[in-house]
T-cell receptor, first 114, second 111 residues
């Protein structure tokens, strides 16, 4: 069965510091991978996605993620965090099957220190 | 384009009451989904639909029913609300095998 693990429940970084949020997945074939961000009281917004091709994908708001098949990982990175990046981040995996369903990780809450 | 909209935004129910949550999308997406979000649990799929007139169960379907009579609308019903259904409910839509677009959510409290 597919699964997604986000090992870090809560991370705090200083503004201007670099960020890496971890995501590991379990899936037999090449998965479709997504990162979403959720600001307090809001819905989820797509940051970036990986379907195939270049394993380093660029997203909105200066985020990027790298697909590493050997490690079953899809970690999210940003070189310099801004206070407005404080939010909850969700990694998701899709099977690409006819249902189009996504399996979500439990999320990582990011706090940014001034 | 409004994207995905949800009605209502907030609701308080008493145990045993019923209600319907409405989701509407204007992107002509085939697929629509209902999730619930609880602290520390991420998003869990309740029901989904791969097209008008079709529905299927997700991970946590018990206590909920859905209908997709029109392509743009996906309704989630609670026939007899229970405190365990206190949650934030999100609707999403997508083209097949693509990213899902989410609505703003409905915060439901069952007393």
């Amino acid at each position: 069965a597919q699964s997604v693990t986000q090992p870090d429940i809560h991370i705090t970084v200083s503004e201007g510091a670099s960020l890496e949020l971890r995501c590991n997945y379990s899936y037999g074939a090449t998965p479709y991978l997504f990162w979403y961000v959720q600001s307090p009281g809001q819905g989820l917004q797509l940051l970036l996605k990986y379907f195939s091709g270049d394993t380093l994908v660029q997203g909105i708001k200066g985020f990027e993620a790298e697909f590493k098949r050997s490690q079953s990982s899809f970690n999210l990175r940003k070189p310099s965090v801004h206070w407005s990046d404080a939010a909850e981040y969700f990694c998701a995996v899709g099977s690409g099957g006819s249902q189009g369903n996504l399996i979500f990780g439990k999320g990582t809450k990011l706090s940014v220190k001034p | 384009n409004a994207g995905v909209t949800q009605t209502p935004k907030f609701r308080v129910l008493k145990t045993g009451q019923s209600m319907t949550l409405l989701c509407a999308q204007d992107m002509n997406h085939e697929y629509m989904y209902w999730y619930r979000q609880d602290p520390g649990m991420g998003l869990r799929l309740i029901h989904y639909s791969v097209g008008e007139g079709t529905t299927a169960k997700g991970e946590v379907p018990d206590g909920y029913n859905v209908s997709r009579l029109k392509k743009q609308n996906f309704l989630l019903g609670l026939e007899s609300a229970a405190p365990s259904q206190t949650s934030v409910y999100f609707c999403a839509s997508s083209y097949v095998n693509n990213e899902q677009f989410f609505g703003p959510g409905t915060r439901l409290t069952v007393l």
